[in-house]
């Protein structure tokens, strides 16, 4: 059974960081791109961006220089580094397996003074 399980999600204050990570089990990990997404309330679910087998990254416009994808394949962990967050950043984030369809359940990211 292929799951993928988003943790480190929280309240942040205007201008702090958090890092997010994704477990990923019963599936061989490091063989496919992974993808972050968010979802903020009355609005469609986005992608934040993507990181390659090789770890390459691609990064939505509105985060670029802000977040920072990494991947530890002996943890079949993928993380996303946020900093410099916005009020704006508030959403539920989602790790994704396109190639499969996988979803994780999400976790909660808020950014408010």
């Known amino acids: 059974q292929v799951q993928l399980v988003e943790s480190g999600g929280d309240l942040v204050q205007p201008g702090g960081s958090l890092r997010l990570s994704c477990a990923a089990s019963?599936?061989?990990?490091?063989?496919?791109?992974m993808g972050w997404y968010r979802q903020a309330p009355g609005k469609l679910r986005e992608l934040v961006g993507t990181?390659?087998?090789?770890?390459?990254?691609v990064y939505a416009d509105s985060v670029k220089g802000r977040f920072t994808f990494s991947k530890d394949n002996a943890k079949n962990t993928v993380y996303l580094q946020m900093n410099n967050l916005k009020p704006e950043d508030t959403a539920v984030y989602y790790c994704?397996?396109?190639?499969?369809?996988?979803w994780g359940q999400g976790t909660q990211v808020t950014v408010s003074s």
């Open positions: 994704h397996i396109p190639d499969t369809g996988y």
């Open positions: 019963g599936i061989a990990f490091s063989i496919y791109t």
């Open positions: 990181i390659g087998r090789g770890g390459a990254a």
